[in-house]
């Protein structure tokens, strides 16, 4: 059972441990060490390492949108705020193509491995939470990815503010009054969002875990037939 996207990352952890401890001791003593199984391992590691990159960019992005532009002439408060937002609608477009793409792999790699797995219900059912929790923020996003980055109404009045506020000093207060606005209410919807995403994560994760887990460590899908499954040290250890 994965608590939440932490839990997951620590049973990620441990197990990327038992290739590259070994790699890296490899290293150390000066040669190149490549264990059975690594290419498995890179496809399961590599997928689940994009994801929290998106992750950690989404909230990073949190943190920006409720911070002011940096004190500069050379930096427009529209633009700074629109590229925020824009960011944010483009990464939660790529979370949304990784997890689709990474619940894919990993269900046919251990499919593959044992034909016996009946997994086509859990993942129909990923997929559908993955659209319902996303699906909102992508179409804003598919409405535009093609041919402009991300604006709305408000935004583009931000924009028309700030133009004319340079040639009349008496449009200042309201351009500062709409950007104060519209952070406000795009860190509220950021937060929101953040928080159905994390608990989309927790739902995601557990499934992803259940398949390929063993006595609740991650193995490699060709330990999942084995018959001492209970021995969960890596392909790469148990070859040297």
């Known amino acids: 059972m994965i608590d939440d996207l932490e839990s997951y990352q620590g049973e990620m952890a441990e197990f990327a441990k038992t290739f590259i401890v070994p790699m ?12 059975d199984g690594y290419d498995d ?7 689940f390492t994009d994801i ?3 992750i950690e960019t989404i ?3 949190l943190v920006l949108v409720g911070l002011n532009p940096p004190r500069s002439k050379r930096i427009s408060i529209d633009l700074y705020f629109k590229h925020i937002i824009a960011s944010y609608i483009s990464e939660i477009y790529i979370l949304k193509e990784r997890l689709n793409s990474y619940a894919t792999k990993i ?3 251990y499919s ?20 319902d929790s996303l699906e909102g923020i992508n179409n804003t996003r598919n409405l535009h990815v093609h041919s402009e980055r991300y604006s709305d109404f408000d935004l583009n009045w931000l924009s028309s503010l700030r133009l004319v506020s340079e040639v009349d000093d008496s449009f200042e207060l309201a351009l500062n009054c709409k950007y104060k606005e519209l952070k406000a209410k795009w860190k509220k919807q950021v937060f929101d969002n953040n928080k159905a995403i994390a608990k989309l994560l927790t739902s995601y994760f557990d499934t992803i ?3 390929i887990s063993v006595d609740g460590k991650i193995v490699l899908p060709k330990r999942k037939d084995r018959s001492n499954e209970g021995e969960l040290v890596s392909e ?5």
């Not at 890296?24 to 264990?35: I, Q, V």
């Not at 790469?236 to 040297?240: C, D, M």
Request: charged content about 40%; some cysteine.
């Open 24 to 35: 890296k001791e490899a290293s150390d003593r000066g040669e190149e060490f490549e264990p």
């Open 41 to 47: 391992f890179y496809k399961i590691f590599k997928g």
């Open 52 to 54: 929290c990159e998106t």
């Open 59 to 61: 909230e990073l992005l």
């Open 107 to 109: 269900s046919r790699m």
């Open 112 to 131: 593959k491995a044992d034909p016996s797995l009946d997994i086509k219900a859990d993942f129909d059912d990923l997929y559908s939470r993955i659209k």
């Open 209 to 211: 875990f259940r398949l």
């Open 236 to 240: 790469g250890l148990a070859a040297q």
